[in-house]
């Protein structure tokens, strides 16, 4: 079946326009970050960034096409999928998620190297009610915060038992490396990342104000 998002090519698109604008933030410098979103579902195809693309110029032509293994089905020649390729498909599997982004930011950086807890919990901000299905500030959103590793599909079995544990978590932050979120389909993706983004500088601004 085909994704929403239309064909590989616009899938591609896509994917271009959303990374090229978070990397504007400054949440995926150098080659940092990676983004993936659905082109089919059965069988799974996923379109997601090459390896070791500099984002503030991605082009169509560093999106590559990988299969549920994280096998290239398509792509440039030399264009090796993401190595954390695993993660992505493991999220949209286990939140049957439409696209899956990552950044890493500052903020998400001090802040997991700020603590040795095992999670970040937001609660009383405005900017929560736009998480998918939040309806007030006073909801708490508990980050899960998974040691960083290098053996991504170790870590990716993992993350999903994480995820299996927390039905209702929108994000997981890698420590001192970045976030991972995701969305039912790209723009979804897209406002989550910014969203959380923006929660989590307030969160690291706030404690610095408060010398914290
Ligand atoms: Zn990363």
């Known amino acids: 079946m085909e994704?929403?998002?239309?064909?590989?090519?616009?899938?591609?698109?896509?994917?271009?326009?959303?990374?090229r604008r978070l990397e504007r933030r400054g949440w995926a410098l150098g080659t940092s970050g990676n983004f993936s979103a659905v082109i089919a579902e059965d069988p799974l195809r996923l379109a997601i960034t090459a390896s070791g693309i500099?984002?503030?110029?991605?082009?169509?032509?560093?999106?590559?096409e990988v299969d549920d293994h994280a096998q290239l089905v398509r792509g440039r020649g030399d264009g090796r999928p993401s190595a954390e390729t695993h993660l992505h498909l493991m999220v949209v599997k286990a939140r049957d998620a439409g696209a899956v982004l990552?950044?890493?930011?500052?903020?998400?950086?001090?802040?997991?190297?700020?603590?040795?807890?095992?999670?970040?919990?937001?609660?009383?901000?405005?900017?929560?009610?736009?998480?998918?299905?939040?309806?007030?500030?006073?909801h708490e959103e508990r980050v899960p915060i998974v040691e960083n590793a290098q053996d991504m599909p170790k870590l990716a079995r993992e993350v999903e038992g994480i995820l299996a544990e927390r039905p209702g978590a929108h994000a997981f932050l890698l420590r001192r490396h970045?976030?991972?979120?995701?969305?039912?389909?790209?723009?979804?993706?897209?406002?989550?990342?910014?969203?959380?983004?923006?929660?989590?500088?307030?969160?690291g601004r706030s404690r610095s104000l408060q010398g914290s």
């Open 178 to 203: 970045g976030l991972y979120t995701w969305g039912r389909d790209l723009p979804e993706a897209v406002r989550h990342v910014e969203i959380l983004e923006f929660l989590f500088e307030a969160l």
């Open 102 to 138: 990552h950044t890493h930011s500052v903020w998400t950086t001090v802040l997991t190297n700020a603590t040795e807890a095992r999670e970040i919990s937001i609660r009383g901000y405005e900017m929560l009610k736009g998480l998918a299905g939040v309806q007030t500030h006073e």
């Open 3 to 19: 994704s929403p998002s239309g064909s590989a090519t616009s899938v591609a698109r896509q994917l271009v326009e959303a990374g």
């Open 54 to 64: 500099d984002k503030a110029s991605l082009s169509e032509k560093d999106i590559v």
